[in-house]
């Protein structure tokens, strides 16, 4: 149903609340091919259908909170497909509806979160993962603006400002969702102790701490392992509710085309992440809806 409280009165709670898991993979699992740019964000044209599925697969996991399928999909990259830019504002409020959609079928609240990917995702090029695109602060806000803008104004719950692999891109959506209206989190991508781009955690997370309208900050699509370390310290050096939602562990194989290692996420992180301010914990990519599962039941057993 749709929740009666905000998320940020949720986050103050005496439990965690759960995220879902990889769109992408859900919708593998569901048979559709996602072999294009758009990745997820071509079925907003040509299976919303798949993508609701998709959603409501993990509101039976017992998530919480939904993520929309718009993390790659920018004006840009639907001009590509020859989508103006009314189509294109359409399929991005469209993908918080079906979000939306799917969890209003739930008994319980169940929060919407529109995703706001980085400008590599644009690229499509792996770009998310390195992040110093050659772009200035003030061009990676104007490239935001107008996204961002849309998706608040089709009423979510909170912009996901996530897979963030920089600080300079940080600034840049911080900035660009500043006076919508709308509360965010801000969810760095990491490796180690790091940003993707080389930055210590602690500055990067400091860089959320004035922004008033930031009900969450911490890490995503990264090894369960970073995860575990980062959670501290975004606690710490901002005071703010902590995010973190992790990937599988595998690790994706270029040559093969193919998943490789072994599943390092486990729902049992789910104490140690709690106890150091985690108050949003799910699962990234290769995380499917029987891990989530797993989570939820983890999340009701803890102690308040």
Not at 153 to 182: I, K, N, Q, S, Y
Not at 200 to 220: D, M, S, Y
Not at 260 to 286: V, Y
């Amino acid at each position: 149903m749709k929740p009666a409280r905000s998320l940020a009165a949720a986050l103050a709670g005496d439990r965690p609340l759960v995220l879902d898991g990889g769109l992408s993979n859900q919708l593998e699992a569901q048979g559709c091919d996602l072999s294009d740019d758009l990745w997820s964000a071509r079925l907003l044209a040509d299976g919303p259908e798949q993508i609701e599925a998709a959603h409501r697969a993990y509101v039976r996991a017992g998530a919480q909170v939904l993520i929309t399928s718009s993390y790659q999909a920018t004006y840009e990259g639907f001009a590509r497909r020859g989508t103006d830019r009314g189509e294109a504002a359409a399929l991005l409020a469209r993908s918080v509806a079906l979000a939306r959609g799917a969890a209003e079928v739930s008994a319980r609240e169940v929060w919407v979160a529109a995703s706001v990917g980085p400008y590599g995702a644009l690229l499509a090029d792996g770009s998310e993962y390195r992040g110093r695109y050659g772009l200035t602060v003030r061009e990676l806000e104007a490239f935001h603006r107008p996204r961002v803008r849309t998706l608040a104004e089709a009423g979510p719950d909170v912009l996901a400002l996530e897979t963030v692999p920089d600080t300079d891109e940080a600034e840049a959506l911080l900035r660009a969702t500043a006076d919508l209206g709308v509360p965010v989190w801000l969810s760095y991508t990491i490796e180690g102790g790091r940003t993707r781009a080389g930055q210590e955690l602690a500055a990067a997370f400091a860089r959320a701490a004035p922004h008033g309208h930031v009900i969450a900050v911490g890490v995503n699509c990264c090894e369960p392992a970073d995860a575990d370390r980062a959670v501290a310290i975004a606690s710490r050096e901002t005071g703010r509710p902590v995010v973190v939602y992790p990937n599988s562990g595998e690790r994706w194989d270029p040559g093969a085309r193919a998943w490789a290692g072994d599943i390092a996420f486990d729902p049992a992180r789910l104490t140690a992440w709690a106890a150091a301010g985690a108050r949003l914990a799910g699962g990234c990519c290769r995380v499917g809806p029987d891990r989530i599962a797993e989570l939820a039941e983890l999340t009701r057993a803890l102690r308040p």
